[in-house]
C-alpha cells in the first residue's frame, strides 16, 4: 500500500472512530437529560473523557501501529464535526427512544413480578373484611360492657399515674439556680 493510500486509509478509520466517540457522546448526554446537580455528574463527565481518550489511543494503537499522526488527529475531530453537525439529533432520538423502550420494559417486568404478591395481599384484606363482617354480631353484643371496661381501666391508669407522680415527687431534686453572672 503506498503512502497516501495508508493516510486516506488512517484518516477515515480515525473519522469513523470520531463519529464512534460522537455516539457515545450522545448516550451520555441522553443518559444525562440535564441532571447536572449532583456532584458525581463531575466525575461521570471526567470518567467518559477518560474512557473515550483510551479508545482513540486504542484505536491509534489498532490502526496505526502506535503513530499518532496528523490524519488520526484530523480524521477524528473531522468525524465529530460531521457526526455532530449531520447525524447527532437522529442518533439522539434513537438513543432516547431506546432508553423509554429499557423504561418501559422494566416497568412491565416489574409489574409481572410483583403482580403475585399484590393478589396475595388483596385476597388476605378480602378475607379479613369477611371475618370482620361474620364477626359483627359477636362485636355488636360485647361492646357496651368491654366500652364499660375499657373506661374504668383508663381511670384506673390515670389515677395510679397521678399517685405515683405525687409519691415520688418528695424525692426529685429542686431546680438548680442558675449562675451569678
Not at 457515545?24 to 455528574?41: F, I, K, P, Q, S
Amino acid at each position: 500500500m503506498t503512502p497516501l493510500a495508508q493516510q486516506v486509509e488512517s484518516f477515515f478509520w480515525a473519522a469513523v472512530a470520531g463519529g464512534v466517540l460522537g455516539m457515545g457522546v450522545d448516550l451520555y448526554r441522553t443518559l444525562l437529560r440535564g441532571r447536572r446537580r449532583a456532584w458525581w455528574w463531575a466525575i461521570a463527565d471526567l470518567l467518559m473523557w477518560l474512557i473515550g481518550a483510551l479508545i482513540f489511543f486504542a484505536f491509534v494503537q489498532w490502526s496505526n501501529r502506535g503513530q499518532i499522526s496528523v490524519e488520526s488527529v484530523a480524521g477524528l475531530v473531522g468525524g465529530l464535526v460531521i457526526y455532530f453537525r449531520f447525524a447527532s439529533p437522529e442518533i439522539r432520538s434513537f438513543w432516547e427512544g431506546i432508553t423509554e423502550l429499557i423504561k418501559f420494559i422494566l416497568r412491565k417486568l416489574m409489574r409481572t413480578l410483583i403482580w403475585p404478591f399484590v393478589m396475595m395481599a388483596r385476597g388476605w384484606m378480602w378475607g379479613r373484611r369477611q371475618w370482620k363482617q361474620a364477626m359483627g354480631w359477636l362485636r355488636i353484643q360485647v361492646r357496651p360492657r368491654w366500652q364499660h371496661l375499657q373506661g374504668w381501666w383508663r381511670s384506673r391508669k390515670r389515677e395510679t399515674g397521678q399517685w405515683w407522680r405525687r409519691w415520688t415527687a418528695r424525692w426529685r431534686r429542686p431546680p438548680q439556680e442558675p449562675p451569678a453572672s
